[in-house]
C-alpha cells in the first residue's frame, strides 16, 4: 500500500442498507473502477427484513413444513452475500458458509461457480490483496505472507503466483522494519536488543541469516553498537 488484528479488506460487493437481494438476482454488468461488480439494490420493507434476519438460520421448508432445496439455496445466497459485505472471502471460506447452511455439496458448487462467474469471489485477486496489505502495512516476509494466505483457505498455486509477484527483496523490507524497531530498544544491552529485534523479524517471516544481518545492521546504525552501548563522537 501495523501490527493489529486481520485484515479486513474492502469488501467484494460493496451492499448497501436494507434487505440483501438474493444472489441469484444480482446484475453481471456496471463493474466498479475495480472490475468489481454493481452493489444488487436493497428490497423489501425493514419489517421484513428483520423477520428474515429471525428465520435466517433456520432450516429452510415450505408451506406444509417439509424440506425446501430451493429456498435453502436461496437463504444460502443471502447469507454468503451478507458475509462479503463485511469481509473478502476466499473460495474455501464461502464453501463453509454455504456448508452451515444445510446445503448439499453439488448445491455448494452451484452457489460457488455462479458467484465466481459473477466476480463476487475470486482467490487470485484476494491473494493479492492480502500480499499487499501484509508487505506495506505489516512489513511481512514471504513466510508469514505464505502461513496468513494458507490460512485463508487459499490453494498453493495461488499462493505461489500471488508471492511470485513479489519482489525479491525480503533483505530490503526486513532491514527497513528494524529501522522502525531499533531506536526504541535503545536501553537495552547490545545482545538483549539483538534478540528481540530478531525475534520480533521472526514473527513477520524473516528468518535465518536475513533476519540476523537485517537486525545487526539497524542496531549498528541506532548508535547501540556493542553490549556496553557506549557511543563515539568525533571530536572534530
Known amino acids: 500500500m501495523s ?11 460493496p451492499l448497501f442498507g436494507g434487505k440483501v437481494a438474493r444472489a441469484s438476482d444480482l446484475a453481471t454488468d456496471g463493474a466498479s473502477d475495480h ?17 428474515q434476519s429471525r428465520r435466517k438460520d433456520a432450516p429452510a421448508a415450505d408451506a ?21 459485505r463485511a469481509r473478502s472471502l476466499s473460495i474455501s471460506e464461502a464453501r463453509q458458509v454455504l456448508r452451515e447452511k444445510h446445503l448439499d455439496a453439488a448445491a455448494v458448487d452451484d452457489v460457488i461457480d455462479r458467484f465466481c462467474e459473477r466476480g463476487y469471489l475470486d482467490d ?23 502461513r ?15 508471492l511470485g509477484d513479489l519482489p525479491d527483496d525480503d533483505a530490503e523490507r526486513a532491514l527497513e522494519f528494524a529501522r522502525t524497531k531499533a531506536r526504541s530498544l535503545s ?4 545482545d538483549t536488543a539483538l534478540r528481540r529485534l530478531v525475534g520480533q523479524l521472526a514473527r513477520r517471516g524473516y528468518g535465518g541469516s536475513v533476519a540476523m544481518t537485517a537486525a545487526r545492521t539497524a542496531l549498528t546504525e541506532a548508535s547501540l553498537g556493542g553490549p556496553s552501548s557506549v557511543r563515539f563522537v568525533d571530536s572534530e
Not at 39 to 47: E, F, K, M, Q
Not at 124 to 146: C, D, N, P, T
Not at 150 to 156: K, L, N, S, W
Open 3 to 13: 501490527d493489529g488484528g486481520e485484515d479486513r479488506l474492502a469488501p467484494v460487493i
Open 35 to 51: 472490475d468489481r461488480p454493481a452493489a444488487p439494490h436493497a428490497v423489501g420493507s425493514s419489517g421484513r427484513g428483520r423477520e
Open 64 to 84: 406444509s413444513g417439509s424440506f425446501d432445496p430451493d429456498e435453502a439455496v436461496a437463504q444460502a445466497e443471502e447469507a454468503l452475500v451478507r458475509k462479503l
Open 124 to 146: 487470485g485477486l484476494l491473494a493479492e490483496h492480502l500480499v499487499i496489505s501484509g508487505v506495506e502495512r505489516k512489513g511481512q516476509g514471504r513466510v508469514a505472507l505464505s
Open 148 to 162: 496468513s494466505l494458507a490460512q485463508r483457505g487459499i490453494p498453493r498455486d495461488v499462493i505461489d503466483a500471488a
Open 187 to 190: 536501553r537495552l544491552d547490545f
